[in-house]
């Protein structure tokens, strides 16, 4: 069994992106006095390197590593080693520039930043192989190693390559997932526009058409895209762990939704040994700090509940939006350990030193150009202080309170081409779903819609176009189990292949549900409507409407305008022991939560009272004990109350009955017991 911990790292992780090639060796000893001024523990290393270390085919140089490594390992400091593979070198493209990938309309990208990649090359497998194998032999039993850091970022800035290697491998994807072709005619539905292909030859990529293309062949692709890039991540892990058995690898996720859309984190979780997240907070109005715990319950879900490590985010600002805030003092605190709380082992960065160079000299880092006398600097030691005072924490998990179902193959089945509305947004509904839950107090799983999800009294399932039968099975089981479900409308439609299920919409989901939907009736920009309930309470919504016909639920609320008017827009069914909601339109924040608190009670969830809005109350638990997270991100100080007494860990001052964390403080409590 790999390791699932960095290795030799025996405190939280801290630290960040370390790219000492960009500077002169001089500078380098300044660098780790600093580190150890800071408490970083772990930095990473050599992810952007290839060039230098393999400056010319099969002559390598890596003198000034070695020393980089025996630097830090003198210095106490552990090392998240990169797999150089992201950027190929010059000299690599122009001896094959038909790696650079290509766009669907055929354009081929060139050498000059980075991740351009065609993951089906044969050639660039070869020379990552390659590379990876010497940095295997050379730093394998090195021992400042504590993890592998395999390429970056998978599936950014180039999802998918629609070029001729890529139709080949397609090709035989299609082969091994259908058999034959007429089994692909069968699931893309070809006789549609006659698209019937003869043999797996006549087959390309979703390439550039005058028109939509197939759906089914976009989704497939999309699958490919993915499982391919999949493969490149193994052949080098296996590589590692060949050589170098028992140093964990990972590869860093972006899982928040607005930062990566092309890769299935499910599927990638049970590759890697340990995951890992970077995460940036996107200036597009909306709560950041509700973003962000959606990405660190999303990414601590891919890792099956287990620890993982934020192993990238920001000090203060990035340079890479139209407009770049600076972090408010205490916002990096807070964004750090929201993280933590969520499951984090410790708090990583991009990057230690900020850039004087190239593309990202202007986003912030650990130590900024103005050196330590800046407040960031005083703000990145404050925090290296706190998770050393937090490092017992680690190993412990979080603990959740409901789940939410996602799944990202249904996302892209959802963001294709002519749907009933283009207003429509999947993510939308997952992010104002999860939104209502994080206003409510509560702590999110995420979950996989065909998972098990028997240990959760209550399961939302935002928008889940795409549901195989055996979901739907797994959804009916739970509720008549016992579960309690909430379903937002324009989920359970489409197979995996993005065919309709047999029969009335929901197909997936009607016995569950208790109610078939004969029309959808989506709203025209603008229009919005009123569903009023018994008590008379109304509730605003816009976007989506549907004409529902109740087949055993029972109406909550109704339509009293717009197309549906006198249909039911809220219904409940009891199925079993369980009960099952369904919001056939686009609520408002009030509305979702007038929903969302009957369903709640429904499955008995803890109502929260007495927490203020945007103070974040997370448990992690476990050996070492249970702790409760309180994260003040207003203006004002709060009171958060405790159900047993304890001992605050960063300040150090004992609690009872309730622990007092002003305004946009951060505190950790052990709880008694
Ligand atoms: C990440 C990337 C880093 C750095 C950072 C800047 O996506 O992995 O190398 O570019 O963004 O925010």
Redesign the pocket.
């Given at each position: 069994m790999p390791e699932t911990t960095p290795k030799g790292l025996t405190r939280l992780a801290f630290g960040g992106?370390y790219n000492p090639e960009q500077w002169p060796e001089s500078v380098w000893t300044e660098d780790v006095r600093l580190m150890r001024e800071a408490g970083v523990t772990m930095v990473s290393v050599g992810i952007f390197s290839w060039a230098l270390l393999e400056p010319a085919p099969g002559t390598y140089d890596f003198g000034w590593l070695d020393r980089v490594l025996d630097l830090l390992h003198d210095n106490g400091i552990r090392v998240d080693l990169g797999t150089p593979t992201v950027v190929p070198p010059v000299w690599f493209f122009r001896a094959h520039p038909e790696a650079l990938p290509v766009t669907a309309d055929g354009r081929r990208y060139e050498f000059g930043s980075r991740g351009a990649i065609c993951h089906s090359n044969a050639d660039y497998r070869a020379a990552a192989a390659n590379i990876t194998t010497r940095l295997a032999e050379r730093y394998g039993d090195h021992p400042a190693l504590a993890m592998w850091h395999v390429h970056?970022?998978y599936g950014v800035p180039v999802s998918a390559c629609y070029c001729d290697s890529c139709a080949a491998h397609f090709r035989r994807w299609l082969a091994r997932r259908y058999g034959t072709v007429d089994a692909v005619n069968e699931a893309w539905g070809t006789t549609f526009w006659g698209q019937r292909y003869g043999g797996f030859d006549d087959i390309n990529p979703p390439r550039l058409t005058p028109t939509v293309g197939n759906p089914a062949q976009a989704l497939d692709y999309k699958r490919f895209a993915d499982a391919t890039i999949r493969e490149n991540f193994r052949a080098e892990r296996d590589i590692l762990h060949r050589l170098a058995p028992g140093v964990p690898v990972t590869t860093?996720f972006m899982t928040a939704l607005s930062q990566c859309d092309s890769i299935d984190y499910w599927a990638w979780g049970r590759e890697v040994d340990l995951v890992t997240n970077?995460h940036?907070l996107i200036t597009d109005g909306r709560r950041t700090h509700v973003n962000l715990a959606m990405a660190a319950d999303l990414t601590r879900s891919v890792a099956g509940g287990a620890p993982w490590l934020l192993l990238?985010h920001?000090t203060s600002g990035?340079n890479?939006q139209p407009r770049n805030p600076a972090k408010t003092p205490g916002q990096m605190a807070r964004n750090s350990l929201a993280h933590v709380a969520r499951g984090s082992e410790g708090a990583m960065f991009?990057q230690w030193r900020q850039s004087r160079r190239g593309a990202?000299k202007f986003?912030s880092a650990m130590l900024p150009h103005g050196g330590t006398d800046t407040r960031v600097w005083r703000e990145v030691v404050g925090l290296g202080a706190s998770l050393d005072a937090l490092r017992e924490i680690r190993a412990t998990r979080t603990v959740a309170d409901v789940a939410v179902l996602w799944d990202w193959h249904s996302w892209w089945a959802q963001n294709l081409e002519w749907r009933p509305s283009a207003d429509h947004d999947a993510r939308e509904r997952a992010d104002a779903f999860y939104e209502a839950l994080y206003d409510r107090h509560l702590t999110v799983d995420f979950a996989h819609p065909e998972a098990d999800l028997s240990a959760y009294p209550l399961v939302v399932v935002p928008a889940l176009y795409l549901m195989t039968e055996a979901a739907g099975h797994n959804l009916t089981r739970y509720v008549e189990g016992g579960g309690t479900l909430l379903v937002s409308y324009f989920s359970g439609i489409v197979d995996e292949h993005d065919a309709v299920h047999e029969g009335a919409c929901p197909g997936a989901l009607r016995d569950v549900l208790g109610l078939t939907v004969e029309e959808f009736a989506p709203l025209l920009e603008g229009d919005t409507v009123r569903v009023t309930g018994p008590d008379g309470t109304g509730l605003a919504a816009d976007v989506w409407t549907e004409f529902v016909v109740p087949r055993g639920a029972e109406t909550v609320w109704t339509y009293a305008d717009g197309p549906a008017a006198g249909y039911p827009a809220v219904t409940r069914h009891r199925l079993g022991e369980g009960t099952a909601w369904y919001v056939s339109t686009r609520l408002d924040t009030g509305g979702l939560d007038a929903v969302l608190a009957r369903a709640a009670e429904d499955a008995r969830v803890p109502a929260r009272p007495g927490l203020p809005r945007d103070v974040e109350v997370v448990r992690r638990t476990g050996e070492s004990g249970s702790y409760l997270f309180a994260i003040n991100h207003t203006g004002t100080d709060a009171k958060v109350p405790l159900d047993t007494p304890g001992t605050e860990l960063l300040t150090g001052e004992t609690a009872a009955g309730r622990i007092e964390v002003p305004a946009g403080a951060v505190r950790v409590v052990r709880l008694d017991g």
């Open positions: 992106d970056n970022e860093n970077d940036y990238e920001s990035v890479w991009f990202e986003h």
